[in-house]
């Protein structure tokens, strides 16, 4: 009798099963839907088949509009978006801050790069503790060394290159 109860409960939990495997979850754009019929509507509308995992989607809450917001808030400061202009002011202002900026990164760069090859001295820097006992602890960080002054050299260029692009200060 129980063979008959195993298997009654086994077709019972695939026949229940089934609706759930039917069922397709399309993605169209940034929309997911399961309300595709067939194959070819879903080739049609530019929809790709989700595969292997459920999807769970969350919408945000709107925000502002009408009556969305209380009355003693502000509206957000926007950046422009790419169609807009920006006031002359505005954007010698911001030239001349990113200007300021990259300036002091780059004194700063330069300052760490003087102090690497100050502590590499041409490749033969002094021997620090264990390192007189254990060459290739010494050899490591000779190298080390060396690989921070190539990165400090490619920073202070990209930096350069980028005061490059920025108008001149008037």
Do not use: H, W
Not at 58 to 65: E, F, N
Not at 101 to 123: F, V
Not at 152 to 166: F, G, H, K, M, V
């Amino acid at each position: 009798m129980k063979p008959v109860v195993v298997v009654f409960l086994g077709l019972t939990l695939s026949a229940s099963a089934l609706p759930v495997l039917a069922q397709s979850v399309y993605r169209c754009g940034n929309e997911y839907t399961n309300a595709i019929k067939d194959a070819k509507e879903a080739q049609t509308r530019g929809c790709k088949l989700v595969e292997g995992g459920n999807v769970t989607v969350i919408q945000t809450p709107r925000t502002g509009g009408a009556g969305g917001g209380s009355a003693g808030t502000s509206a957000p400061v926007r950046a422009p978006s790419a169609g807009q202009r920006v006031d002359n002011a505005d954007q010698r202002a911001r030239d001349s801050d990113a200007r300021m900026i990259l300036e002091s990164e780059l004194k700063k760069a330069e300052a760490r790069r003087g102090d690497l090859l100050k502590e590499y001295n041409n490749g033969e820097p002094d021997k620090l503790g264990p390192e007189t006992r254990n060459y290739q602890k010494y050899l490591d960080r000779v190298a080390e060394l060396k690989a921070s002054i190539d990165r400090s050299d490619a920073e202070i260029a990209s930096l350069q290159r980028e005061l490059s692009r920025l108008p001149s200060p008037r």
